[in-house]
């Protein structure tokens, strides 16, 4: 498809130009191999940037975390081996990625400098398409690989240079990636089309042939032959056809140019194609070629970004150990308790000190600052402005996440998360606000967690700090409390693995987990042998049977058992959604759906169970759990909510009653208090809850409701709603739902 002169400066140029050129970019494509070092040991640790770098974002100076894993070999374990198919994984897929790279952008290159994208208006050559889609392929693929090996989190992305260029970087080859599949498709045929167009002479379909016109050019003239009787068929003299420009033949003619004389003269002749003229087709094509050397350009400055650009993520301000160890001091008279509390932590043996916790960045919203006037009044030895380091006093998963990644990750898709979005949509307590402020401060928000808020000073909202729920709405946009569980300053994980940590919420009348525990069988040994249980084993090695004898709330829920890894979302081994209204698959669960089919989900918890119970013992107690699930679903609960749809449909019964009336006290309890006992009774093997607490007073529950809702019916009285509720002043609004994976 080149014309003759661009496929020999195609030729010429190879052993020249194009040699130094591929060269070239073989130069700048492998020196920007190293910056990709610092997300891959972040996948590789599963620690953040900040774990072994002063700066947040990484970089610069190390932290002695750092030192030390530079000097194990990049390995956080000195005896670990790396993971051999993970390596080499790594290797191919950079090897394939760099090869390709040099090859199609070497082949773009080429093509500006000494082809010209103008060579290429008549079609793109089968060789360089598939040239151009293989490439395009390999570089998708092997760029994911290379990502998926490299990049611990979203967060890695939108927050470091790295993420930045990366995403840059991708961008533009999508737009490569785009024009290429334009081209190699739908401009490719226009452009055969419109060459194979421009090569027929205007004159051709004037030939006299099948019933057409028969016309004739003579210098620049257009003349009509089909009626002369020399011209049959459009030819003449076997000779000379019509449709053509006969000024030459005519000249070797024996006759001049006054026959033409006898002829119509139509006008001017349509003029010969030119064949450097461009059709719209080939000026697209020119266009999308200098986009695509321009998109080629800004990926390899992307690459030189990686090594030598300046940083374009905003980092926090560098630790300082000076800085750290003036808040030991000033602390250690300030808060005596909380000092100590930390000495004795693992955070204290690992030199994590205050300021990796507190220390506040440029964008937070709750810098103190009553904090920052201790140092500009000099208060003491330590108040210094050389000690002057900006804090927040909320700690939040985010934070956590700098060096428990994949434990935050986890945590962001766990129910504990979205328990303030699941609370929103079950119960009108929050979504009709039937509960003041105050009210919910200082009783739900307690556990399921606050929005927090701030005001101009930047000080936090009273009514929504202090707050540990596990739900909370952080400032910086995450969900919960890691001391919701571990408890501040000391971060104990024995705290945690111990049932106490979980009854902190979990108890009362509506979920009772901590009351079931206790009376069941499980419940009954820790009691009785607890103390002696090795509760601060590290993770992953916490093991049933050495040491600890019976299962806690962490052990089922949390913990590693066998080839079982330990988790920080807490309902992923949960086969059923036991504090819905009506009991259903974690999937089908409105306010906070899983991701993950329920019966991958039952398989997990039975691994579990296997470390202690046999096979027969484990399915047994499921089946009782399905059945006993069943059984509340179809004949509790829906005829139930069968009723109270009959009354609302005939007006007896007004749907935003709620909790002004009696009856609708008497369904909300019944799901809420007694069939939740019941349901969490028998996933729990807690008798007394399933039958006397639970199943028992379910049936009382029942026949109370349907005698009163039958009342109303036959008497076509309208149920008794209180005309007031004492402190419904509750804000209606939503809390925000969360971004993210779903969990």
């Known amino acids: 498809m080149f014309s003759p ?7 010429a140029g190879l052993s020249g130009g194009g040699a130094a050129t591929l060269l070239a970019l073989l130069l700048i494509l492998a020196l920007a191999g190293p910056a990709w070092a610092t997300p891959f040991f972040s996948a590789q640790t599963e620690k953040a940037c900040s774990f072994c770098h002063e700066d947040a974002h990484g970089g610069g100076t190390l932290t002695p975390q750092g030192y030390a894993f530079r000097a194990a070999g990049f390995y956080l374990d000195q005896k670990a081996q790396p993971i051999a198919w993970r390596a080499w994984l790594n290797l191919a897929a950079g090897f394939v990625h760099i090869t390709t790279a040099i090859i199609w952008f070497g082949a773009i290159f080429y093509i500006h400098l000494f082809i010209k994208p103008r060579a290429l208006v008549r079609g793109v050559p089968r060789g ?20 998926w090996l490299r990049v611990p989190s979203l967060e890695a992305l939108l927050h470091t240079t790295f993420g930045i260029v990366w995403m840059v970087k991708v961008f533009f080859f999508l737009v490569m990636l785009a024009i290429g599949i334009l081209v190699n498709t739908w401009l490719h045929r226009r452009l055969q089309a419109d060459a194979e167009a421009a090569s027929r002479d205007p004159l051709a379909q004037f030939d006299g042939q099948e019933g057409r016109p028969a016309h004739i050019a003579y210098a620049g003239q257009l003349y009509d032959v089909g009626h002369s009787k020399l011209w049959p068929g459009g030819a003449h003299m076997r000779r000379h056809q019509a449709g053509r420009d006969l000024t030459a033949d005519l000249a070797a003619a024996p006759h001049g140019p006054e026959v033409l004389e006898r002829l119509p003269k139509l006008g001017p002749a349509p003029a010969p194609p030119d064949p450097e003229s461009l059709g719209p087709s080939a000026r697209l094509l020119m266009a999308l070629a200098y986009l695509v050397l321009g998109c080629m350009l800004v990926i390899l400055l992307c690459l030189a970004w990686w090594n030598w650009g300046p940083p374009l993520a905003r980092a926090a301000e560098p630790f300082d150990p000076q800085r750290a160890q003036a808040c030991l001091g000033c602390h250690q008279n300030a808060t005596p308790a909380v000092f100590h509390d930390w000495g004795r932590s693992a955070h204290a ?17 709750d810098r103190d600052q009553r904090h920052q006037r201790h140092f500009v009044q000099g208060q003491g030895p330590w108040a210094q402005a050389r000690y002057a380091a900006p804090v927040a006093a909320v700690v939040t998963p985010k934070d956590c996440s700098r060096c428990h990644l994949r434990q935050g990750q986890q945590y962001a898709r766990s129910k504990h998360a979205g328990t303030l979005s699941i609370i929103q949509q079950t119960s009108p307590w929050l979504s009709q606000g039937l509960s003041s402020p105050l009210e919910r401060a200082t009783g739900c928000f307690k556990c399921h967690g606050s929005v927090l808020k701030v005001d101009a000073q930047g000080r936090l909202d009273p009514l929504t700090w202090p707050n540990m729920g596990v739900g909370r709405l952080n400032l910086d946009h995450s969900r919960g409390s890691c001391s919701a569980c571990h408890g501040q300053h000391g971060f104990s994980l024995a705290q945690a693995r111990r049932p106490e940590a979980c009854g902190v ?8 987990q901590m009351e079931i525990y206790a009376e069941s069988k ?22 049933p049977g050495v040491d600890y004898r019976t299962p806690t709330c962490a052990a089922c829920h949390m913990s590693a058992a066998g080839q079982t890894p330990s988790t920080h ?4 081994r949960l086969s059923w959604e036991l504090q819905a209204p ?14 993950r089919p329920w019966r991958e989900a039952r398989q997990e918890m039975r691994r579990v169970c296997l470390a202690c119970h046999s096979p027969q013992w484990v399915d047994s107690h499921f089946r009782q759990l399905d059945a006993a699930v069943q059984e509340y679903n179809d004949l509790y609960f829906r005829p139930v909510q069968a009723k109270l749809e009959v009354l609302h449909d005939k007006g007896l019964l007004p749907r935003e009653a709620f909790f002004r009336s009696p009856l609708w006290t008497s369904y909300y309890e019944l799901w809420h208090h007694e069939g939740r006992r019941a349901r969490m009774g028998a996933a729990m093997m807690a008798p007394d809850y399933v039958w006397w607490r639970g199943f028992y007073e379910l049936k009382q529950r029942y026949v109370k409701f349907m005698r009163r809702a039958d009342r109303l019916l036959a008497s076509g009285q309208k ?8 402190a419904a002043a509750g804000s209606r609004q939503a809390p925000p739902r969360p971004s993210g994976p779903p969990r």
């Open 5 to 11: 002169s661009a496929h020999n400066r195609r030729r």
């Open 522 to 543: 499980h419940g009954a040994i820790y009691r009785a042998q607890g103390r002696a249980w090795r509760w601060d084993a590290p993770p992953e090695t916490w093991t």
């Open 569 to 572: 979302d807490v309902g992923r």
């Open 128 to 147: 360089e398409r598939l040239l151009g889609l293989g490439s395009m392929t390999l570089l998708a693929v092997s760029g994911g690989v290379l990502t």
């Open 505 to 512: 919420c979990h108890l009362g009348p509506d979920h009772p």
């Open 719 to 726: 149920a008794y709603v209180a005309p007031l509720y004492p």
């Open 582 to 595: 009506l009991t259903v698959r974690p999937q089908e669960f409105g306010p906070w759906p899983s991701a």
């Open 349 to 365: 043996r690992a030199r994590v000190s205050c300021l990796h916790c507190h220390q506040a960045g440029p964008r937070d919203q």
